[in-house]
């Protein structure tokens, strides 16, 4: 489950970055294709409100910004393997640097350098504002989008092969043995949200055991 955090970082900075600069023919244009398929407007919408008017959601930001998570923080983004696949990855054409420094900006964090390979009602709950943002993701169109990218686009066939070759045993065993970490997920989870169920369908996606 503490997989997640790796995960969520790199997937969330690799579709947010799409619409960051112009790219040449690549992995940057296969993003914008599952980009498409979401109304970022809506998303948008969705998590300003949560954060304007939602209780949980502001102690959650709040523990965000706060120096547990700063550790947290430290240790994911000076990992050689993340610092690795994202470098990969901006190396592609996506831009998820400069989306994981808007971040780190706003939660008051170290910026991150790779230099150095390096429902609808408000005050509902964190739990509902990630079903909320999830029910805007068409799932069924994504799966049908990476079958047909797996079969047309070289650049994401090897985006995808690298995600699936994840050592997942070292990732695992770097997350549990980190009671930052240990304590993000307890917080995480405390707000009734489901990380084993979300961090199962990853590893199924994937096909990490």
Sequence with gaps: MKTS???LFALVAFVAAVSAKPAVRGLKEDADDFLNLVNLAQVKRVALKYYAKDKETKQFVKYLKGETFSAVWEQVFTNEHVKHFLKYVQ????????VLNQVAKFLKKPFVDFGDVTRKPSGAGLNELVKELLAEVPFDE?????????????????????????DYAAIKEFVANSNELLDLVNTVKSYGVDLDGYLHEVEQFFGWN
Excluded at 91 to 98: A, I, P, Q, R
């Design 91 to 98: 190396d592609s054409g996506v831009d998820v640097l400069s």
């Design 5 to 7: 955090v790796v995960v």
């Design 142 to 166: 994504f799966k049908a989008l990476v079958v047909e990218k797996l079969e047309s686009s070289p650049e994401f066939k090897q985006f995808f092969d690298t995600v699936s070759g994840f």
